[in-house]
């Protein structure tokens, strides 16, 4: 294999500052003394952070998206283990069929889901209810959750369950024992996927969110459409600090570059 | 368990228990996938169905959508007003432009970070796909303060004397910050299929005295055309029904499609109007991609037969 020559490093390099720019400005810009979005002087301050704190609807919403994450990520993780593993174990007539129907939330645009459900919640009267957002949630990221554990039971050598079967062990107890371990980073890194996808969804949120629900990036959204100060430049900061708080233990569980490109 | 089954259909007094058997065989899976097939159920088919149903209702300022009523007259609303055809139009070159430059900048990037050494080949990896996980919300903000008036780009350039541009609030900008949001989904493809190239055809190549490029051309392209193709359709798609970013970044004049059906459903209410453009925006996403499957089907057999 030839190496990158001197052209090949430079691009290399404008595009990693493309990808990293923005990111970065919001961080430096959040911790600026000033009034104003200016590039700041050396001297930092935290006044835009607790700025934040102390704006009530920054911080109802932030529990809000705390809460949906960590509730839609269960529910997705309770519902895709056993649908992907009738997919992968049992496999009849119907499995690709229904494989296609579980991952269709991927390829359906956000905003049809948004604009679909909005309709449902308000002809059921669902609309603002905490529930249905869940709900709501956890039909976006089930696919997540669901690809890695259908991965992790793809790559599995199924011995230590036959011998676990034929020295009389049952079925749940094979569950439990043998195979719940063996697929436990498939699970929890399909957790943690569901989680930063809820944390970060806004598209589909903003039709179905009422005043009392909104959650935190549909609430930056409104905010960034009315006025820009260094406050937003706080949130968003805070956002990528849990963000990337979750990829770092996603990372750990399950790598984080199994779950970008698929393998390792 | 088909011997279990025949047993059952031929001998008339089976066993109970592998009769049971085979009947909780045959029915856990559906047990199992129940709840997803229920969740899809309930939170896609019917609400979609419910949206399809919407778009065909007639609507009044006054009193809203009205049910049981059947008219086409949003869907010809859409298909014949020529300020819907300006963000049809809008929306599409948008979406093809960014898609032109994701492929023109994403596959030479996958090609230099799979030939990067050990440690800086993952991390470089890292650092260009794990903005896709930073939610689309902050990253436009991000853009909005670098291509703002008072922005850092225009600050620099002021420097220069150069400038102020406007940016923001353009198309420019949204094309722009589309790319970031996109650029992931095409190396990620080209990434996957350069994995899969054997360096030996490569090496076998450059032995018979094939010039680098050539090598390239001829060796390396048409093995990694499947990722292109597959990471032009997801970008496409994506950029063509996405939302924060024209919203944030476009300003309240340059709508897309999706800031369209958002200002029919919460400014002007009229949602069967809103419904109608939304299926469109999901039929013509669908048509999109089963043709562009059925392209690369019919390459990939002219080139196998």
């Known amino acids: ?264 | 368990m088909s011997a279990a089954s025949t047993t059952s259909a031929t001998v008339p007094v089976a066993p109970p228990s592998a009769a049971q058997k085979a009947i909780s065989n045959r029915s856990l899976p559906w047990f199992m996938s129940a709840p997803a097939i229920l969740l899809c159920s309930v939170m896609l088919l019917v609400p979609l169905l419910l949206t399809v149903l919407l778009s065909f209702n007639a609507f009044d300022a006054d009193t809203g959508p009205k049910a049981g009523t059947f008219t086409l007259e949003h869907y010809r609303a859409v298909l014949t007003d020529p300020y819907y055809y300006e963000i049809f139009w809008r929306t599409f070159w948008i979406s093809g432009l960014v898609t032109l430059i994701c492929i023109v900048v994403g596959t030479p990037e996958a090609y230099i970070l799979n030939r990067m050494r050990k440690p800086w080949r993952s991390i470089m990896l890292l650092v260009v796909l794990a903005p896709l996980m930073i939610s689309v919300v902050v990253r436009a903000f991000g853009w909005s303060m670098l291509l703002g008036p008072e922005g850092l780009i225009n600050g620099a350039l002021s420097a220069f004397g150069i400038g102020p541009f406007k940016m923001l609030y353009t198309e420019t900008a949204i094309v722009i910050a589309l790319v970031h949001v996109m650029l992931p989904f095409m190396v990620i493809p080209v990434w996957t299929s350069l994995q899969k190239i054997d360096p030996g055809v490569v090496n076998a190549a450059l032995s018979l005295n094939a010039s680098p490029t050539t090598a390239l051309r001829r060796i390396v392209l048409p093995q990694i055309m499947p990722g292109m193709l597959s990471g032009s359709l997801i970008v496409f798609g994506l950029s063509a029904s996405s939302f924060a970013i024209p919203g944030l970044l476009g300003g309240r004049r340059l709508k897309m499609m999706a800031t369209l059906i958002y200002d029919e459903y919460l400014h002007e209410l009229n949602w069967p109007l809103g419904a109608a453009i939304a299926l469109l925006l999901l039929l013509a996403n669908l048509a999109i991609m089963l043709g562009w499957n059925r392209m690369i089907e019919r390459r990939y057999k002219k080139a196998l037969g």
């Open chain 1, 1 to 264: 294999m030839t190496k990158n020559g001197p052209i090949a490093l430079l691009f290399n390099a404008l595009v990693i500052s493309f990808m990293l720019a923005p990111i970065l400005v919001v961080c430096v810009i959040a911790f600026t003394p000033e009034n104003t979005l200016t590039i700041h002087g050396p001297e930092l301050s935290l006044r835009w952070f607790k700025a934040v704190f102390e704006y009530p609807d920054f911080v109802s919403s932030f529990w809000n998206s705390l809460w949906l994450g960590l509730s839609s990520a269960t529910i997705a993780t309770v519902i895709a283990v056993p649908a992907g593993m009738a997919l992968i174990r049992y496999p009849n007539r119907w499995s690709g069929l229904l494989q296609g129907l579980f991952l269709s939330p991927l390829i359906i645009p956000h905003l049809v889901l948004g604009v679909a459900l909005l309709r449902l919640f308000t002809l059921i009267g669902g609309a603002g209810s905490f529930g249905w957002l869940i709900l709501a949630h956890a039909l976006v990221v089930t696919p997540y959750t669901m690809r890695l554990v259908m991965s992790a039971l793809i790559g599995f050598d199924r011995s230590a369950e036959h011998a676990a079967m034929s020295l009389g062990a049952s079925k749940t107890t094979v569950f439990l024992r043998i195979t719940l371990p063996m697929i436990l980073p498939g699970i929890t890194g399909g957790w943690l996927l569901a989680f930063i996808n809820s944390f970060d969804e806004v598209t589909m949120s903003i039709f179905v969110t009422s005043p009392s629900t909104v959650t935190l990036p549909v609430r930056m959204y409104m905010y960034a459409t009315e006025s820009i100060d260094p406050m937003m430049a706080a949130v968003s900061a805070l956002m990528v600090a849990i963000t990337a708080g979750a990829m770092i233990i996603l990372d750990r569980v399950y790598g984080l570059d199994r779950v970008l490109v698929g393998r390792s």
